[in-house]
């Protein structure tokens, strides 16, 4: 991009998608490669702020299970995943709500701060954002410390996006008894989006959307109906991490959520390329 004229051709040809969106509540989650390299997460903590700045209202959910792997590993606690859920032990969820929202949880705010935004962080405890119960056993696997989600109060959420703020949360639920739960981060930024009738929720991860098979980058579905994923994950299309993912995206459209798309977050600029381009990026939820 060299002339003036170039420059300013780039700012006009977002306007019509800072007027569709001005307003409108964009919920992103954010984990991945994307948490774990320094140079995107710069480019993604600019992101959520020019959001901001033109008049939407981003608001982060994220996830950090690589960290709380590393974690565990280096205090010698065992790393037990099922259904692409992490099995938390009393121990583990020590572990995962420090990390969670002590360590990642304040990086990704105090990034946004240093981009000239106003993060604010939070994890469902506070305000008792998410209220939830213990998850029942999966396939007869007890989960332990894994929540399920009762609801999302979303008065402290508005409160903050209908101000300069922008909310940044760690995904941990809070129970009747003042109980943690951990919640996988996909989960609760469904949760979020639906309870906030959320415009947008974009889902940034490693892989550049749901392949029809994950190791080959051709075989990418750019488009996808909520009915289908149920088919797709009993004929294993869909398994690992992506199961939460793509379960979280088909909910969350059936339940009134916009648009919603899972998009590479090892692209730089990927939230501004799906937003401000009619083809967009990833693979796109339809109801
Ligand atoms: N059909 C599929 N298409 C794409 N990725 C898939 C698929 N099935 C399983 N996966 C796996 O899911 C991973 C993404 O999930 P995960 O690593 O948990 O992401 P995140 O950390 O962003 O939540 C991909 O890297 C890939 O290995
Ligand atoms: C229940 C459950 O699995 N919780 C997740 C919460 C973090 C998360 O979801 O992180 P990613 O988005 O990086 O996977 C965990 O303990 O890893």
Redesign the pocket.
């Known amino acids: 991009m060299n002339t003036h004229h170039e420059r300013a051709n780039v700012l006009i040809e977002a306007l019509p998608y800072i007027q569709r969106l001005s307003g409108k509540t964009i919920v992103v989650?954010y984990?991945?490669?994307a948490m774990l390299d320094d140079n995107l997460k710069k480019r993604f903590m600019e992101d959520i702020t020019l959001l901001k700045f033109v008049g939407m209202n981003p608001i982060v959910v994220h996830?950090g299970?690589?960290d709380i792997n590393g974690t565990l590993s280096a205090l010698h606690i065992e790393t037990k995943f099922h259904n692409?859920l992490r099995v938390t032990d009393e121990e583990t969820m020590k572990v995962v709500q420090m990390v969670l929202t002590g360590r990642i949880n304040k990086d990704i705010v105090a990034g946004i701060n240093a981009c000239g935004g106003k993060a604010v962080g939070l994890c469902g405890i506070d305000g008792h954002v998410i209220s939830a119960h213990k998850c029942p056993p999966v396939e007869g696997v007890d989960l332990g410390c894994v929540g399920e989600i009762d609801s999302v109060d979303t008065k402290l959420l508005n409160m903050l996006t209908s101000d300069e703020y922008i909310p940044v949360i760690a995904p941990i639920g809070c129970g009747e008894h003042g109980e943690s739960y951990n919640i996988n981060?996909?989960t609760v930024a469904s949760a979020v989006a639906t309870a906030l009738k959320a415009e947008k929720l974009m889902?940034?991860?490693?892989?550049d959307?749901?392949?029809?098979?994950?190791e080959d980058p051709s075989t990418l579905i750019y488009e996808i109906s909520s009915m289908d994923v149920a088919g797709?994950i009993a004929d294993g299309?869909?398994?690992?991490?992506?199961?939460?993912?793509a379960k979280a995206c088909a909910k969350a459209i059936r339940e009134g959520v916009n648009r919603v798309h899972i998009i590479n977050?090892t692209i730089p600029h990927s939230i501004i390329l799906e937003i401000f381009t009619d083809s967009g990026i990833g693979t796109m939820f339809t109801k």
Not at 209 to 214: A, C, K, L, T
Request: a positive charge; hydrophobic letters at 35%.
């Open positions: 989650k984990g991945g490669a996830g299970g690589p692409g981060a996909d889902f940034l991860t490693d892989i959307g749901i392949r029809r098979d994950p797709m299309i869909v398994s690992g991490g992506m199961l939460p993912k977050g």
